[in-house]
């Protein structure tokens, strides 16, 4: 069966989730070993990076975005990427901008505050990992929590900078969907899907595959309450409400 390797709860394996689930594909996500997933994934594709997607016909694709590209190749019906040539160059700006100044940013953000509760980051990795899974997850998890904080805060200066960047995006999401359902054209489109994607950790909206529970910091919860009422956030809110079917929880 086909497979999709991800972190369940990481924004860019949501997109591809979504993605697959949209073309109603068959699939199975499969929740990879943060640490370990250094060395597993580099074997069957060029980088560390989930979402891979393993095809059940021994295709192998690795990227959100790369995902999406072959899904519309392989299965047409519920086209994700326009058929004109603007469209579709609207959509690959619009993704790429987001999935950096939207997608990006959060995870420093909401990281370098979920960081200290160990608790919530396990169940963040390890959510529908087989049992014989999760105890690899313990050992690991101090040496995880330092990298992770290296990789994706940095210091309290670059969150202080995610912080801006995000609200300047937001603002700008903000002015482009102005009076309009959809990003790009009349209809809903990998655009939408990506953007919303980014944005499904600021809104957590019920459509939303992962439990994702209560959200034990107060900053993170003030980070997300803050945009709560943002014409952004009720658009997210009503994009996976009306296009996020249907779920796959793994
Ligand atoms: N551009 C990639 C970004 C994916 C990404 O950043 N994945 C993170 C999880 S959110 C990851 O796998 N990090 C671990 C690594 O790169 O080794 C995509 O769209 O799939």
């Not at 499969?30 to 990076?49: E, F, M, N, R």
């Not at 989930?50 to 899904?71: A, C, K, M």
């Not at 009349?186 to 950790?201: E, I, T, V």
Request: net charge positive; proline share 10%; charged share 20%.
């Amino acid at each position: 069966m086909t497979k999709l390797l991800v972190f369940p709860h990481s924004h860019f394996c949501e997109k591809a989730r979504w993605a697959l689930d949209y073309k109603g594909t068959p699939y199975k996500a499969q929740a990879v070993i943060p640490g370990l997933h250094l060395k597993t994934i580099p074997k069957i594709a060029p980088g560390s990076s989930v979402p891979v997607l393993i095809h059940d016909n021994g295709d192998i694709v690795q990227g959100s975005s790369e995902i999406i590209d072959y899904l519309d190749i392989h299965y047409p019906d519920n086209p994700l990427t326009p058929s004109s040539e603007a469209g579709r160059d609207a959509c690959q700006q619009i993704e790429r901008t987001m999935d950096e100044a939207l997608g990006v940013n959060i995870r420093c953000i909401l990281y370098s505050a979920l960081l200290n509760y160990p608790d919530f980051i396990r169940q963040c990795f390890t959510h529908a990992m087989p049992f014989y899974k999760k105890p690899f997850f313990r050992p690991i998890a101090p040496v995880l929590r330092k990298k992770i904080y290296q990789v994706y805060v940095g210091s309290p200066e670059k969150v202080a900078r995610a912080k801006m960047i995000f609200d300047a995006a937001m603002h700008d999401m903000a002015k482009r969907i102005e009076g309009k359902p959809y990003l790009v054209g009349d209809s809903f489109s990998r655009a939408d899907l990506s953007a919303a994607a980014m944005l499904s950790l600021l809104t957590l909206p019920p459509e939303h595959p992962f439990p994702w529970g209560q959200i034990p910091d107060p900053d993170a919860t003030a980070f997300c309450e803050h945009y709560r009422d943002h014409p952004v956030s009720q658009w997210v809110n009503r994009i996976y409400r009306e296009h996020r079917w249907p779920i796959n929880v793994k």
